[in-house]
């Protein structure tokens, strides 16, 4: 059971490359989140998901898009990389419960480490 | 304003000492709360969840005030190893699967 695994963990960009970064859960999980934190700040949610074929923006949703094409996976595509999101990005997810259905605890991957030149 | 604040610190305690940390929130709606430590460099992890009767875990006691909407956290005895950032997490039905994150309150512990 690996949990959240992020790939890759770590990459250098110039400006204007693309890239996808992928996120697997192994946990059956329903809901799954992408954040990004930059140096000495909280985590901003970027785009998350409460179901397969599902995704939602969320507070800094611009310069990126997202899929979820299959449960276990997330992606994160940045179209044309700029320098302002260099940053480490974490994947999250998490069950629900109740009704309304609420998220129960979020599990997080080890991060990607972006750096954008 | 934040819906979820934190006083950043840091707190820079000597080993042993008690501190306590304050989270409040401003939707009267959420319905779940937690408490994550953030390792520098590290992914977020589950440190507890804060019930409306309040809970422990060993050293650490976590309340919840629902009428003045605010949870705490209270480390004892601090060790080296509590040094950390330590995140406060809400939750609420009306956000449809979303958590918002206070910003975090990072400890030092020092021998």
């Known amino acids: 059971n690996a949990g959240v695994t992020q790939t890759p963990k770590f990459r250098v960009l110039k400006t204007g490359q693309s890239m996808t970064l992928l996120c697997a859960q192994d946990m059956n999980h329903e809901y799954m989140y992408w954040y990004r934190q930059d140096p000495g700040m909280g985590l901003r949610l970027i785009h998350y998901s409460v179901g397969e074929g599902t995704t939602a923006k969320g507070e800094v949703p611009d310069g990126y898009n997202v899929s979820r094409l299959k449960k276990q996976n997330f992606l994160l595509g940045l179209e044309s990389a700029a320098p302002s999101q260099t940053s480490v990005y974490f994947c999250?997810?998490?069950?629900?419960?109740?009704?309304?259905?609420?998220?129960?605890?979020?599990?997080f991957g080890p991060g990607t480490r972006l750096l954008v030149l | 304003r934040k819906e979820v604040e934190q006083d950043p610190g840091p707190f820079n305690v000597p080993e042993g000492a008690t501190v306590a940390f304050n989270c409040t929130y401003s939707n009267s709606a959420s319905q779940s709360f937690f408490w994550y430590r953030q390792d520098c460099r590290k992914e977020p992890k589950l440190l507890m969840s804060?019930?409306?009767s309040g809970n422990e875990d060993g050293r650490f006691t976590a309340q919840l005030n629902r009428a003045s909407q605010y949870i705490s956290l209270l480390i004892r005895d601090s060790k080296l190893s509590d040094s950390a950032t330590y995140l406060c997490?809400?939750?609420?039905?009306?956000?449809?699967?979303?958590?918002?994150f206070g910003d975090g309150t990072t400890l030092t512990v020092k021998p």
């Open positions: 999250a997810s998490s069950h629900y419960s109740g009704q309304p259905k609420i998220q129960e605890t979020q599990y």
């Open positions: 804060v019930y409306s």
């Open positions: 997490v809400v939750n609420t039905r009306t956000n449809a699967g979303k958590s918002t």
